[in-house]
């Protein structure tokens, strides 16, 4: 049986102050070189902290995304005096449903119709259900805009900015919400992080449309700081939540738990694939019944695995982009398993452990200290592999599976 965390965090984790993190999947991808962000001698990105370019972050977001974020303020204040004539009319037939029903992912997720479904039952379960499952929608959508900035779109300032509409207009509430948790006392920064990203990485493109470019230095960190941030926040709020379901036998927290495990779902898949049946089972069962330590378990042996995968580096990425994302991506992921690793492994002091690996991307961009890094690699893999056996995995691993 794996031991349980949440009662154990109120009296083993230190307060600490979180460092800015960014995180990347797919750290190996070959960078992308910026023009208008070249050294002329070198031919390198230069990573300096100035605004390439003359716009202002978010003036590029369509109307469209303006429109839809003004509905999604009026359909959260509806349901939150649970109004649901008001909720239902400010998604259906505005612009916000038109939103929605335009997403990449709309074909496999099918996040319209369960916002319709949920809105036209209007009980108080199926409202919150509505919101939440919104916000897991908005929050995928986000991302792929993000992933459109560093995948080559032309227009790398409308992507970007429509990600900042979406944040300022629906999701930074969630990481609001992340910060304030109760069930660790972890300082958290998750929505500044995110704000801070997101004016840094704007901050990094260049060029006119359609010949937009990056300084890969800065504009893939910042997107994994967005991104990981806002997983951490969900990561966070679904677990309060869950603590929220069971003290109080609590349907409507235990729905919207569930609805914002959507928003981490896919970063289970081909680490803890078991975990999130288990999840969704949880959620779905009896409010009173509902185990956070098993959930925050489930949640963790996936995230611990995508820690340890950015834990260790190979000399050929030092001080090049690629490898400079890959720290920092396993800086953020470190920041999200900070709470959990704390209550299983009190021996690792977490404040040494965020301030190490708050130290190694630096280390990893300037590449001119092989043995300090690699000693500092060393012990960030035996840190987290300690927290992988304290979660019940048989084998330390960056990606392998669990098994059912």
């Known amino acids: 049986m794996r031991p349980t965390i949440v009662p154990l965090l109120l009296t083993l984790l230190p307060a600490c102050t979180a460092d800015n993190a960014a995180d990347t999947e797919g750290a190996t991808a070959e960078p992308t070189t910026s023009a208008a962000a070249t050294d002329p001698t070198t031919g390198d990105t230069t990573g300096e902290p100035a605004d390439l370019n003359d716009r202002e972050l978010g003036a590029s977001a369509s109307a469209l995304c303006v429109s839809a ?20 009319a400010a998604y259906v037939g505005t612009d916000l449903q038109t939103f929605v029903q335009g997403f990449k992912t709309e074909a496999e997720r099918l996040d319209d119709p369960a916002i319709v479904a949920s809105l036209t039952a209007a009980s108080p379960v199926e409202l919150v259900a509505a ?4 916000h897991s929608a908005l929050a995928r959508h986000m991302r792929d805009q993000l992933a459109d900035v560093e995948g080559g779109v032309e227009d790398k300032y409308a992507a970007w900015d429509e990600a900042h509409c979406v944040w300022t207009g629906a999701l930074r509430s969630l990481a609001v919400a992340g910060d304030a948790v109760g069930w660790h006392t972890l300082d958290e920064t998750i929505a500044a992080d995110v704000d801070a990203a997101l ?48 003290d109080n036998a609590d349907p409507i927290a235990a729905r919207k738990a569930l609805e914002l495990f959507g928003v981490i779902k896919d970063r289970l898949d081909g680490r803890n ?18 185990d956070p330590d098993a959930i925050l378990t489930e949640l963790d042996i996936a995230f611990a695995k995508r820690t340890r995968a950015y834990s260790a580096i190979a000399d050929e990425d030092l001080a090049v982009p690629a490898g400079y994302k890959s720290a920092v991506e396993g800086h953020t992921y470190a920041l999200l398993v900070a709470p959990g690793l704390a209550a299983r492994v009190p021996a690792t002091p977490i404040a040494t452990f965020l301030g190490e690996w708050g130290a190694y991307p630096d280390l990893v961009r300037a590449g001119d200290d092989l043995e300090a890094t690699h000693a500092l690699s060393d012990r960030l893999v035996d840190a987290i592999c300690a927290y992988q056996t304290a979660l019940g995995v048989a084998d330390c691993s960056p990606d392998a599976d669990e098994s059912e």
């Open 69 to 88: 974020m003004t509905h999604a303020a009026e359909l959260t204040q509806a349901i939150a005096s649970g109004d649901a004539a008001a909720a239902s």
């Open 199 to 246: 004016q840094a990485g704007h901050d990094g493109l260049s060029g006119e449309p359609p010949a937009t470019a990056l300084d890969d230095w800065r504009v893939p960190p910042a997107k994994q700081i967005v991104e990981k941030s806002l997983f951490r926040a969900a990561h966070r709020v679904v677990i309060a939540l869950a603590g929220d379901a069971r």
């Open 131 to 134: 919101e939440a499952r919104l």
């Open 273 to 290: 694939t078991p975990g999130i049946a288990q999840i969704e089972a949880i959620l779905a069962g009896d409010p009173a019944a509902i």
